[in-house]
Nanobody
């Protein structure tokens, strides 16, 4: 069982930056691939970024590639999402998720989810 708690969301102007953190409980954190998803009002939850259990491999949605960076610190049981050059369309609730050993791009590949943190980007 893994429990996930996100933090770091907030209100930022377009062009600004935020860093989200996701703290995980449990001694098996390092065995899970981790992902970030987001859900805007009235829209489906969508994939943002993922990182392998080792941190060597990463994947990004095209909409955030070059602006967002996912990373993890297995010693601290934490995964991060550095978000730069934020746009109003990045406004959403951001969710952290823990999956299997391999990177997953689909919601169904993740078994554990956090409660989400709100990110609002003003124009």
């Amino acid at each position: 069982q893994v429990q996930l708690v996100e933090s770091g969301g907030g209100l930022v102007q377009a062009g600004g930056s935020l860093r989200l953190s996701c703290a995980a409980s449990g001694r098996t954190f390092s065995s899970y691939a981790m992902g970030w998803f987001r859900q805007a009002p009235g829209k489906e939850r969508e994939f943002v970024a993922a990182i392998s259990w080792s941190g060597i491999s990463t994947r990004y949605a095209d909409s955030v590639k070059g602006r967002f960076t996912i990373s993890r610190d297995n010693a601290k049981n934490t995964v991060y999402l550095q978000m730069n050059s934020l746009k109003p369309e990045d406004t959403a609730v951001y969710y952290c998720a823990a999956g299997g050993r391999s990177i997953g791009l689909l919601r169904g590949e993740y078994a554990y989810w956090g409660q989400g943190t709100q990110v609002t980007v003003s124009s």
